[in-house]
Nanobody, 130 residues
Framework: QVQLVESGGGSVQAGGSLLLSCAAS????????MAWFRQVPGKEREWVAI?????????AKSVKGRFALSKDKVKNVLYLSMQMNSLKPEDSAMYYC??????????????????????WGQGTQVTVSS
């Protein structure tokens, strides 16, 4: 059974940094897209950063240059981390880790949308104060 568990959220002042982590257990797919999305109340969930099987990453314009993805695999757990620097109040949101399933549209990593991801974590809150 696939399980995604996020950690690392919290409260920070503008200009500060946070490291979010997502541990994907039971995830044995050899081809995938993994991503971070975020959502604030009353707004749609939006993608923030995405990484595919071979490692290339793509970032939303709003975070490019400030956020950085990395992944690692330890034993049977796939870890997706996102270093968030120079945080702004507008980065405040619930952040979700997402992963594709056995099959997914070929353009998922280039055009990520919520419906293309089969597995989601429970979310971790990030609050940036001015």
């Amino acid at each position: 059974q696939v399980q995604l568990v996020e950690s690392g959220g919290g409260s920070v002042q503008a200009g500060g940094s946070l490291l979010l982590s997502c541990a994907a257990s039971g995830y044995a797919f050899t081809e995938y897209c993994m991503a971070w999305f975020r959502q604030v109340p009353g707004k749609e969930r939006e993608w923030v950063a995405i990484i595919d099987t071979t490692g290339p990453t793509t970032y939303a314009k709003s975070v490019k240059g400030r956020f950085a993805l990395s992944k690692d695999k330890v034993k049977n757990v796939l870890y997706l981390s996102m270093q968030m620097n120079s945080l702004k109040p507008e980065d405040s949101a619930m952040y979700y880790c997402a992963a594709t399933g056995w099959t997914f549209p070929s353009d998922t990593c280039r055009a990520p949308t919520i419906s293309k991801f089969s597995f989601w974590g429970q979310g971790t809150q990030v609050t940036v104060s001015s």
